[in-house]
């Protein structure tokens, strides 16, 4: 006969529950972050049944929520029904979830283009909802904005300690490469790659005057797992470098690691999108006063090489 020990010890090794779990763990933001469950496409967190299923089987200790329908700039033009009906309901299923299923501390991923268009700069975190975000991608906005309401109502009601994080224009191995829905840049290695390939012209949107702000994405893992165990107000916190950076800059970055010597087209009937959106970084600052940034310049290498090596199998 068993003792109760054993007994116990087979109980407890069945019901440890994983410390953490990351939705969207396989894409450009949750891929670098380490973690005990990472889940991906085969979930489609739009759906509450699923979204319920996946927390119910797996009961994790934390959650850090990336899933999200993203693209650049051309995606948030193109997809605009996509992109609101998607993240809305993605975002409205997982935190909901998390309450139901008394997960200790959430990270929701918010996005710089939450802010309204209209708006003196820096952006800081308190600017969240003082207008109209920029026409090019209002539903994603919205669609992400309401994520800060429902963490806040949450706090409120549920007493939870959920948080969430607004990163600037992420950038780093696995993204989507696709050339027309893709961000900036990962869509320009993929055309100045086949460019380079075809001996064809490297074309580029716009005017390459729009300035925005990178950060690496091994960078913004890092600065979660930060948050994850030391963050937590309600009001969200931004992970940037506060370095603004123009596209013309990016392209001649690319051009150079990619050894690209071919012809450059500006297609100034493409959109230019926003002009600029600056943020103040001071309060991730004051929190960490250390924090290295990767440099543009090695954070490119490393995605560009990252593409290369995985050419045959990236999305794109
Ligand atoms: O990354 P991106 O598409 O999005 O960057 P946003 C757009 C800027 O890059 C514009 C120029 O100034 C474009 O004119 N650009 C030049 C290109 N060539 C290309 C190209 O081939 N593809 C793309 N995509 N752009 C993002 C949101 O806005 O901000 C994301 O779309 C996210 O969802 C992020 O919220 C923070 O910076 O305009």
């Given at each position: 006969?068993?003792?109760?020990?054993?007994?116990?010890?087979?109980?407890?090794?069945?019901?440890?529950?994983?410390?953490?779990?990351?939705?969207?763990?396989?894409?450009?933001?949750?891929?670098?972050?380490?973690?005990?469950?990472?889940?991906?496409?085969?979930?489609?967190?739009?759906?509450?049944?699923?979204?319920?299923?996946?927390?119910?089987?797996?009961?994790?200790?934390?959650?850090?929520?990336?899933?999200?329908?993203?693209?650049?700039?051309?995606?948030?033009?193109?997809?605009?029904?996509?992109?609101?009906?998607?993240?809305?309901?993605?975002?409205t299923n997982?935190i909901e979830s998390?309450r139901k299923?008394?997960?200790?501390?959430?990270?929701?991923?918010?996005?710089?283009?939450?802010?309204?268009?209209?708006?003196?700069?820096?952006?800081?975190?308190?600017?969240?909802?003082?207008?109209?975000?920029?026409?090019?991608?209002?539903?994603?906005?919205?669609?992400?904005?309401?994520?800060?309401?429902?963490?806040?109502?949450?706090?409120?009601?549920?007493?939870?300690?959920?948080?969430?994080?607004?990163?600037?224009?992420?950038?780093?191995?696995?993204?989507?490469?696709?050339?027309?829905?893709?961000?900036?840049?990962?869509?320009?290695?993929?055309?100045?790659?086949?460019?380079?390939?075809?001996?064809?012209?490297?074309?580029?949107?716009?005017?390459?005057?729009?300035?925005?702000?990178?950060?690496?994405?091994?960078?913004?893992?890092?600065?979660?797992?930060?948050?994850?165990?030391?963050?937590?107000?309600?009001?969200?916190?931004?992970?940037?470098?506060?370095?603004?950076?123009?596209?013309?800059?990016?392209?001649?970055?690319?051009?150079?690691?990619?050894?690209?010597?071919?012809?450059?087209?500006?297609?100034?009937?493409?959109?230019?999108?926003?002009?600029?959106?600056?943020?103040?970084?001071?309060?991730?600052?004051?929190?960490?006063?250390?924090?290295?940034?990767?440099?543009?310049?090695?954070?490119?290498?490393?995605?560009?090489?990252?593409?290369?090596?995985?050419?045959?199998?990236?999305?794109?």
């Amino acid at each position: 006969m068993k003792s109760n020990m054993e007994i116990l010890d087979v109980g407890e090794v069945h019901v440890k529950r994983p410390s953490l779990m990351v939705t969207g763990g396989n894409g450009l933001v949750g891929s670098p972050i380490k973690c005990d469950i990472r889940t991906g496409s085969e979930f489609d967190l739009r759906n509450p049944h699923i979204c319920d299923k996946l927390f119910q089987n797996n009961k994790p200790i934390n959650v850090i929520h990336c899933a999200a329908k993203v693209g650049g700039l051309g995606g948030n033009m193109n997809l605009k029904g996509e992109f609101f009906y998607d993240n809305i309901m993605i975002n409205t299923n997982v935190i909901e979830s998390c309450r139901k299923y008394g997960i200790q501390k959430l990270v929701c991923f918010l996005s710089t283009c939450v802010f309204p268009d209209n708006i003196e700069y820096p952006l800081t975190e308190k600017k969240i909802h003082l207008g109209e975000p920029h026409t090019s991608n209002y539903p994603y906005a919205y669609a992400k904005r309401m994520a800060d309401i429902q963490i806040r109502a949450y706090r409120e009601q549920y007493n939870v300690n959920y948080v969430s994080v607004i990163p600037t224009n992420i950038y780093g191995p696995q993204d989507n490469f696709n050339l027309e829905n893709g961000h900036v840049i990962p869509s320009l290695i993929h055309k100045c790659y086949l460019s380079k390939k075809n001996n064809t012209p490297f074309r580029i949107w716009g005017s390459g005057k729009p300035l925005r702000e990178f950060i690496y994405s091994e960078d913004v893992a890092k600065l979660t797992e930060w948050v994850l165990e030391n963050y937590n107000e309600e009001e969200p916190i931004i992970l940037s470098t506060s370095e603004e950076v123009s596209i013309k800059d990016v392209v001649k970055l690319i051009v150079k690691h990619m050894d690209f010597k071919g012809e450059i087209i500006w297609e100034d009937d493409k959109p230019d999108g926003q002009f600029r959106k600056p943020s103040d970084n001071s309060k991730l600052m004051s929190y960490l006063p250390d924090f290295k940034f990767t440099s543009l310049d090695d954070g490119l290498k490393k995605t560009i090489n990252w593409f290369v090596t995985n050419y045959e199998s990236c999305r794109k």
